[in-house]
């Protein structure tokens, strides 16, 4: 399956973003999905994850209470809601797909998107 995610941008500290991720190439309902960020140099960090029915989803710490996760099957798309947006997180987003259940552990993703830029300003 395809990634291409976007929506990423320059925001001021307490803004709003909504990234978007479109896959193509497979049954988009097959995967469970993920958002990923990396900051300049920090470790990868799981942000959240939605299951294939997007019954199911999971927040890592940064984005508990500010960010919601959700999908459109029909449209092929993942978004990633992100509120009260803080400097801290400034990174780029990445977007993942895998078979099976929701995890945090960006090693069970089997495709990537290309990531989108996320910059807050304080």
């Known amino acids: 399956v395809q990634l291409q995610a976007s929506g990423g941008g320059l925001v001021q500290a307490g803004g709003s973003l909504r990234l978007s991720c479109a896959a193509s190439g497979r049954t988009f309902s097959d995967y469970a999905m993920g958002w990923f960020r990396q900051a300049p140099g920090k470790d990868r960090e799981f942000v959240a994850g939605?299951?294939?029915?997007?019954?199911?989803?999971q927040n890592g710490d940064s984005a508990k209470g500010r960010f919601t996760i959700s999908r459109d099957n029909a449209e092929n798309t993942v978004y990633l809601q992100m509120n009260s947006l803080k400097p801290e997180d400034t990174a780029i987003y990445y977007c993942a797909a895998r078979s099976g259940v929701v995890s945090a552990n960006g090693y069970a993703y089997n495709y990537w998107g290309q990531g989108t830029k996320v910059t807050v300003s304080s």
């Open positions: 939605i299951s294939r029915s997007g019954l199911s989803t």
